[in-house]
């Protein structure tokens, strides 16, 4: 004798396709819901979920620019001083009035001039005392470029961060802190004429065109 199968046997009931299929509809909406349950929703730009010790340029540049600053104007040469020291010895020059970089080493630098022509943002600075060769240049923004107040700090490097990414926009934050303590407010389409002071950072690369980044800058009504 043939034993009987669940299908066959006296009592047994058989299950329909659409209630196989409502019952498998139901377990993947309990499932959905479940997953709901356990997931939170971040907003952009929220701090949810992000390590203790993330990188946040905004902060860093809050932070770090206030040391650069100190720390540039410490070692800030009036311009016709650093002229001077620069032609007697470079390496002594390079060593009270900046740090040495693989480029070129990044000097500091002090002054009082009159502005003259400028395009995007950067204008020629007339200084008295130094010679008439020699080509000053200032950053005003909007847009700030370069890494000289990153570099120029002395202190800081790649290796207090975890990739080249982090290590440029650190620079980016410096920069951007800066244009918000030190150039906010400033009219730069009347600049041309006035006489202003400033104090900032530049890399010698050429030694006839300084482009300074400032770190202060002041004009005179």
């Given amino acids: 004798m043939t034993a009987a199968t669940s299908s ?44 203790a010790d993330q990188f946040s340029p905004e902060k860093y540049g809050k932070s770090e620019f206030p040391k650069v600053q100190q720390k540039i104007e410490q070692r800030a040469a009036p311009a016709p001083v650093l002229v001077k020291a620069l032609k007697d010895n470079k390496d002594t020059a ?74 440029q926009n650190a620079g980016a934050a410096i920069n951007n802190e800066m244009k918000k303590e030190v150039l906010s407010g400033l009219n730069r389409d009347a600049l041309k004429g006035k006489k202003v002071t400033v104090v900032g950072a530049f890399q010698l690369i050429n030694p006839s065109n300084w482009l300074v980044t400032p770190v202060r800058f002041s004009v005179q009504q």
């Fill in 8 to 51: 066959n046997r006296p009592g047994a009931s058989k299950m329909s396709p659409m209630v196989k299929r409502g019952i498998g509809a139901a377990v993947v909406v309990a499932l959905l819901i479940a997953m709901g349950l356990d997931t939170t929703v971040v907003p952009i730009g929220s701090d949810i979920g992000a390590s």
């Fill in 94 to 167: 390079v060593k009270k009035y900046g740090v040495p970089n693989d480029i070129g080493p990044i000097l500091s630098v002090k002054f009082t001039g009159t502005v003259g022509d400028g395009q995007d943002g950067i204008y020629n600075v007339k200084v008295p005392g130094v010679p008439d060769d020699l080509t000053i240049r200032v950053q005003t923004g909007p847009a700030v470029m370069g890494t000289v107040l990153r570099d120029g700090a002395g202190d800081i490097s790649f290796g207090d961060f975890t990739n080249q990414i982090q290590y």
